[in-house]
């Protein structure tokens, strides 16, 4: 397709133009080494990122590029939704979600807006072993920032460690390697906090 | 590969947490609607997305996902290097990238680490259509905020019309359609604004 319509480009302009919502959408995670909580948009970035770099361990294999797709869009809806923190999601939030979803992918035109769509649907149901690795580095990435950072997010969303490792174990379907490898420093964590508040 | 080394699992952690750092390598560019510059980490993100939707539309034609890959690691080496605007890059600054490139794609197990900084030296070298159109992407996301902030970034630093044409040209090679579409918009832009200082 090589003469596009001028109402197409319009379109994908206005589009690429809505995205800078995202980045006014913050998260509950502060970024190693900055004093501010991440937005949407990078974060997105980051997750994508990590996922063609773990993409390797990941099991059953997946296809790190679909894998990308689904990630770069996962959050695209927030941008009229917002950010819900994981530990707090219910069927409002998927309605909500789903709407945004609607609006914002119909900016686009055919068959653009449409790919996209399914990208999210397909990463909200997670039932394709691409989309449940890409979950699992959508969950990696903030528990990898609380084990650097002293549990920032945990403590200030009082997130207990019973909670950490039911809404995580999705790491462990995608990719047991490094859940394995988590999953203790994890436990750690939560048994240090304890003995400090003990000793408090 | 399902059983990787606890060794590479903690070097792909080591570089996802180092990732941070683009979230604060400032730009020159304010996102639509926001009183702050962007950071190259949000930009990486909101770039990619435009390629996906923009991709249909490249010339000649171009794999979407091979673009996205590009784009994701193409400010990576920024960590170390800091941001350049594009209207003065000299010698300097690529060498700077290089050594950055080496070091910050160092950090991860292979094949990793030199899959992505293949991808970024195909991106720096843009001498295949997938590098050149990412490349057109890159360059266009700073003119769509432009036209649509009233020239923020090329007031701020002084960039005539005839270097935003001749930087810009690169995006005509690759998707003439936008560029088509763009380029009259820009020149009424400067041509608005010669007028309003005459008047002033």
Chains 1, 2 share one sequence.
Not at 45 to 60: F, R
Not at 95 to 102: F, N, S, V
């Amino acid at each position: 397709m090589h003469s596009p319509a001028a109402f197409d480009l319009d379109r994908v302009i206005a589009f690429a133009l809505e995205l800078d919502k995202l980045k006014a959408i913050l998260r509950r995670t502060k970024p190693t080494g900055l004093d501010r909580y991440e937005n949407s948009a990078e974060h997105s970035w980051q997750v994508s990122v990590l996922a063609l770099a773990m993409a390797p361990y990941a099991e059953p294999p997946v296809d790190p590029v679909r894998v990308v797709e689904l990630l770069l869009v996962h959050d695209v809806p927030e941008i009229d939704a917002g950010d819900t923190i994981i530990y707090a999601r219910g069927a409002d939030t998927r309605e909500g979600e789903r709407h945004a979803a609607a609006r914002v992918f119909g900016l686009l035109p055919e068959p653009q807006g449409s790919r996209f769509l399914c990208r999210w649907e397909e990463f909200e149901a997670r039932e394709t072993p691409d989309s449940r690795f890409a979950y699992a580095m959508d969950r990696l990435m903030p528990l990898l920032h609380n084990l650097h950072n002293g549990g920032q997010s945990w403590r200030e969303n009082d997130v207990p460690l019973a909670r950490v490792l039911a809404v995580n174990e999705a790491i462990a379907a995608a990719c047991p390697a490094v859940w394995d490898r988590i999953k203790p420093e994890i436990e750690s964590h939560f048994a240090r906090n304890d003995r400090n508040k003990e000793n408090s």
